[in-house]
């Protein structure tokens, strides 16, 4: 796994983190379709996603170089803020999923691509390109396609709730995301990623014993199909993120993770027989055609430091 992480090395320094960061979001992509295969409750699959990677990513962690900069005395607090995020996320939105559809929560959640760079405007007053701009009303379009929504997309048990719901979720995943990239800047990313996942376990313990219930051994399959969500989404997908999106623009990493729903799509049809409707495919075109715009040669931060 380490060698996957570090495989970006041998690669021209432009291109490196713009495509660790799209290998890393389809690793992701993952997730879903695991998840649905567990038959889990949402806080159960919190949980057992984050606890299973913490092994592989002790190991990793334990093989960082000693030569990188030491952990400041602020990373654990960014590490419980970003893990408790990341664990609220994931149960606002599987929740949003049945109150108010897959296809509306999805359009939701992945306003990240506009909150992202909105909060590195804000905070480390990070310009926005004129090609971001551009480009981002066809990358939205792609999104609202690929959801589904238009095909019927937004039905749901509740959808007020499952509005609100989705709201939340996308308002800390974009914080997530927003933390994530900051905390690889100062050093020993892997350690900082893991006190995240370990922070992420405890919240999704807590928090899901008291909103879904949490089944301390849902049996062999679920865990099987769990542990595979851990390696591929939270260890493969997600460390290779975190490794790669400080080095590049905000807006590019905000628009490379929407590989993420157009990879679930591709998925969903391979391993679940579901077939994608034409406008969903229109949608994923889109996104790639913004993905191609976004991150081309500008991708990493004139800025940077040189992609370990």
């Given amino acids: 796994m380490s060698r996957l992480i570090h495989a970006t090395d041998h690669l021209p320094k432009h291109r490196a983190p713009w495509l660790g960061t799209a290998v890393g979001a389809l690793f992701v992509a993952t997730s879903g379709v695991f998840v649905s295969l567990s038959g889990t409750s949402p806080g159960t699959a919190s949980v057992y996603r984050c606890a299973l990677a913490l092994p592989f990513l002790a190991l990793l962690a334990f093989r960082e170089r000693r030569g990188e900069t030491p952990p400041s005395q602020r990373r654990p607090g960014l590490a419980l803020a970003a893990g408790t995020l990341f664990s609220v996320d994931m149960l606002l939105w599987t929740q949003a999923i049945a109150e108010v559809g897959a296809g509306l929560s999805a359009v939701i959640v992945n306003l990240q691509v506009v909150l992202v760079p909105a909060l590195a405007w804000l905070v480390d007053r990070e310009p926005v390109t004129r090609r971001y701009l551009l480009a981002m009303p066809v990358v939205l379009l792609g999104v609202v396609l690929t959801s589904g929504l238009l095909d019927g997309g937004g039905t749901g048990a509740d959808?007020?709730?499952?509005?609100?719901?989705?709201?939340?979720?996308?308002?800390?995943?974009?914080?997530?995301?927003?933390?994530?990239?900051?905390?690889?800047?100062?050093?020993?990313?892997?350690?900082?990623?893991?006190?995240?996942?370990?922070?992420?376990?405890?919240?999704?313990?807590?928090?899901?014993?008291?909103?879904?219930?949490?089944?301390?051994?849902?049996?062999?399959?679920?865990?099987?199909?769990?542990?595979?969500?851990?390696?591929?989404?939270?260890?493969?997908?997600?460390l290779l993120v975190a490794v790669c999106l400080p080095h590049l623009s905000s807006q590019v990493g905000a628009v490379l993770l929407l590989l993420t729903p157009v990879g679930a799509l591709v998925l969903g049809a391979v391993v679940l027989a579901e077939r994608p409707t034409p406008l969903q495919l229109v949608g994923c075109a889109l996104i790639l055609g913004g993905v191609l715009v976004i991150a081309g040669v500008r991708a990493v931060r004139s800025r940077s430091r040189a992609f370990p």
């Fill in 159 to 238: 959808p007020v709730a499952g509005t609100i719901h989705a709201a939340l979720a996308a308002l800390c995943y974009s914080g997530f995301l927003f933390l994530l990239r900051r905390s690889g800047r100062r050093g020993q990313t892997v350690r900082s990623y893991l006190a995240m996942m370990a922070s992420a376990a405890l919240v999704s313990a807590v928090l899901g014993a008291v909103w879904t219930g949490v089944d301390l051994f849902p049996g062999w399959a679920a865990v099987g199909w769990l542990l595979l969500v851990a390696v591929c989404g939270q260890v493969l997908g997600w």
